[in-house]
């Protein structure tokens, strides 16, 4: 079990937390680390589940009872909640559930799940649901007074660039007098990959000197690579699948539009979307998928466009209005990097506690 210092008396129970990847470890680590006063201590990982999920239990119980934990923060609704709703029978303690998106929807596919989701979520003392979506989706089997949402957050602390290097991508890969769209994730179907290249032949309709750029890594890197030559767009799409942070962020600096249609796929939807909020720190504007949790993240006409993820008309209508438009973009971009502040982690990590409502 890992201690970090920050909130006496709480317990983060999770099956995802960093060195792991990806959104959920992104939200736990960055909410401990910014937690503020006290100690949070973290009982963690994917072996809280061997060789049975019951032995968490003892897990979990083990360590309630050594550091005199009074409430317990749920990572996970399935399989963790039920640990800590069945614990809760026999000794005392609170407990507070996460709501990602997924997690949910997957509790809801049956109505075994659901009923022990609606018992679960009963007996929370309270639930965080890091998007709206996710909170109407909990609304509907729960009482919404339990329910807050706070969003992932944003680091706005970026490391210094070095303009030298951004300038060395630009002449690597033949960026003069080149319009960049870009896009950062996982090589998932969800993210919109495949409508983007779709769109990309009526664009060049228009804008010709469009380059797509896709940094990432995944299942669908090889498909990817194949539909690119297919449809023959390998001078006019770049896919990087080894960037760092340095780099990711000489690639925001560089890009003049930021997209990520992402759409729903049974069940499996972008619950917040944190690329969003790193394009419109680095001052772009932002197309994105009218689907899920995205909503929360990016307010059309606002920091960016939101676009039926399902239409490929719609994409490319959206690119080339942007792309054709300057000061749209500068506009775009200017109020997304202002809106970016209210998604300080700090402020963030000081939401949940102000709802959890500690008494030490």
């Given at each position: 079990?890992?201690?970090?210092?920050?909130?006496?008396?709480?317990?983060?129970?999770?099956?995802?937390?960093?060195?792991?990847?990806?959104?959920?470890?992104?939200?736990?680590?960055?909410?401990?680390?910014?937690?503020?006063?006290?100690?949070?201590?973290?009982?963690?990982?994917?072996?809280?589940?061997?060789?049975?999920?019951?032995?968490?239990?003892?897990?979990?119980?083990?360590?309630i009872?050594?550091?005199?934990?009074?409430?317990v923060?749920?990572?996970?609704?399935?399989?963790?909640?039920?640990?800590?709703?069945l614990?809760?029978?026999?000794?005392?303690?609170d407990?507070?559930?996460?709501?990602?998106?997924?997690?949910?929807?997957?509790?809801?596919?049956?109505?075994?799940?659901?009923?022990?989701?609606?018992?679960?979520?009963?007996?929370?003392?309270?639930?965080?649901?890091?998007?709206?979506?996710?909170?109407?989706l909990?609304?509907?089997?729960?009482?919404?007074?339990?329910?807050?949402?706070?969003?992932?957050?944003?680091?706005?602390?970026?490391?210094?660039?070095?303009?030298r290097?951004?300038?060395?991508?630009?002449?690597?890969?033949?960026?003069?007098?080149?319009?960049?769209?870009?896009?950062?994730?996982?090589?998932?179907?969800?993210?919109?990959?495949?409508?983007?290249?779709?769109?990309?032949?009526?664009?060049?309709?228009?804008?010709?000197?469009?380059?797509?750029?896709?940094?990432?890594?995944?299942?669908?890197?090889?498909?990817?690579?194949?539909?690119?030559?297919?449809?023959?767009?390998?001078?006019?799409?770049?896919?990087?699948?080894?960037?760092?942070?340095?780099?990711?962020?000489?690639?925001?600096?560089?890009c003049?539009?930021?997209?990520?249609?992402?759409?729903?796929?049974?069940?499996?939807?972008?619950?917040?979307?944190?690329?969003?909020?790193?394009?419109?720190a680095?001052?772009?504007?932002?197309?994105?998928?009218?689907?899920?949790?995205?909503?929360?993240?990016?307010?059309?006409?606002?920091?960016?466009?939101?676009?039926?993820?399902?239409?490929?008309?719609?994409i490319?209508?959206?690119?080339?209005?942007?792309g054709?438009?300057?000061?749209?973009?500068?506009?775009?971009?200017?109020?997304?990097?202002?809106?970016?502040r209210?998604?300080?982690?700090?402020?963030?990590?000081?939401k949940?506690?102000?709802?959890?409502?500690?008494?030490?």
């Amino acid at each position: 079990m890992k201690t970090l210092k920050q909130n006496n008396n709480v317990l983060l129970f999770t099956l995802e937390y960093p060195p792991d990847i990806g959104g959920v470890a992104n939200y736990y680590g960055n909410l401990v680390k910014y937690w503020g006063e006290g100690e949070v201590k973290v009982l963690v990982g994917k072996k809280l589940l061997q060789p049975h999920w019951l032995i968490s239990l003892w897990r979990l119980r083990r360590a309630i009872k050594k550091d005199k934990i009074k409430t317990v923060l749920v990572g996970q609704i399935l399989p963790l909640g039920t640990v800590a709703w069945l614990l809760a029978k026999f000794i005392k303690f609170d407990y507070v559930v996460f709501l990602h998106g997924m997690d949910l929807t997957f509790a809801l596919k049956t109505p075994r799940k659901k009923k022990l989701a609606r018992k679960i979520l009963a007996g929370a003392k309270k639930i965080i649901a890091v998007n709206s979506y996710a909170a109407k989706l909990a609304g509907e089997i729960v009482d919404e007074s339990k329910i807050e949402v706070v969003n992932p957050g944003v680091d706005l602390r970026f490391k210094i660039l070095d303009f030298r290097f951004q300038n060395e991508l630009r002449k690597k890969y033949n960026l003069d007098n080149k319009l960049i769209l870009l896009q950062v994730g996982r090589l998932v179907e969800r993210k919109g990959y495949d409508k983007v290249l779709a769109a990309l032949p009526r664009v060049w309709e228009e804008i010709p000197m469009v380059v797509y750029v896709i940094i990432g890594g995944g299942k669908l890197l090889e498909d990817l690579r194949l539909k690119t030559y297919d449809l023959k767009l390998k001078n006019n799409v770049i896919l990087i699948t080894n960037a760092d942070d340095s780099e990711v962020n000489s690639w925001y600096e560089l890009c003049d539009i930021f997209i990520m249609p992402a759409r729903e796929i049974d069940g499996d939807f972008e619950g917040f979307g944190i690329v969003y909020l790193e394009a419109n720190a680095h001052g772009k504007p932002v197309i994105a998928g009218n689907s899920g949790g995205v909503r929360d993240a990016v307010q059309d006409g606002v920091n960016g466009l939101l676009v039926n993820p399902e239409s490929v008309a719609e994409i490319a209508q959206a690119i080339i209005k942007l792309g054709k438009d300057e000061s749209l973009r500068k506009k775009l971009g200017e109020r997304g990097r202002e809106r970016t502040r209210q998604f300080d982690w700090k402020n963030q990590a000081n939401k949940v506690r102000k709802f959890i409502e500690f008494k030490n």
